[in-house]
């Protein structure tokens, strides 16, 4: 699987956008209710009113779990704050969410430039080890996902 850093604009291309109205693309980022990559994509992009967002922020930061938009929306969104462990976890959900619902070859895995976490290389590298643990822990060399890109 290819790991690729992408500067913010390539979230909101034509291509990443058709290929998020067709759910052929999953998009990761925090549950931030404010404006944010999430906020831009689903109200702008999807259509989704600002306070059925806030409802999926809520939800998703009450319980600590990635909460996922499917089948409605290919778009997952993880609880804040999001600590070393609760990442990890959550990591591992969105990769068998990818994998047994979404089934899309390539993420976006896009931390807003506010988010609020120290060291964002860091963070790279904890997802690819999780991904790659994912892997492993399901014993198979078969993903769906061949990409995976990071907006920093």
């Given at each position: 699987?290819?790991?690729?850093?992408?500067?913010?604009?390539?979230?909101?291309?034509?291509?990443?956008?058709?290929?998020?109205?067709?759910?052929?693309?999953?998009?990761?980022?925090?549950?931030?209710?404010k404006i944010s990559y999430a906020v831009d994509l689903l109200i702008n992009h999807l259509?989704?009113?600002?306070?059925?967002?806030?409802k999926y922020c809520e939800a998703v930061n009450a319980q600590g779990d990635p909460g996922c938009l499917y089948p409605k929306?290919?778009?997952?969104?993880?609880?804040?704050?999001l600590t070393t462990k609760t990442m990890e976890e959550?990591?591992?959900?969105?990769?068998?969410?990818?994998?047994?619902?979404f089934k899309t070859s390539e993420m976006i895995i896009a931390f807003d430039n506010d988010y609020n976490y120290n060291n964002k290389e860091e963070l790279k590298h904890i997802f690819?080890?999780?991904?790659?643990?994912?892997?492993?822990?399901?014993?198979?060399?078969?993903?769906?996902?061949?990409?995976?890109?990071?907006?920093?």
């Open positions: 699987m290819e790991i690729i850093i992408k500067k913010q604009d390539f979230l909101y291309s034509d291509d990443t956008i058709l290929k998020l109205k067709k759910k052929e693309i999953h998009i990761v980022c925090p549950a931030i209710i259509n989704v009113s600002y306070s059925e967002f806030n929306y290919s778009i997952t969104l993880f609880p804040i704050p959550c990591i591992n959900e969105v990769m068998k969410a990818n994998e047994q619902y690819k080890d999780e991904i790659e643990k994912y892997i492993l822990k399901n014993n198979t060399t078969e993903i769906h996902l061949k990409k995976c890109y990071f907006i920093m």
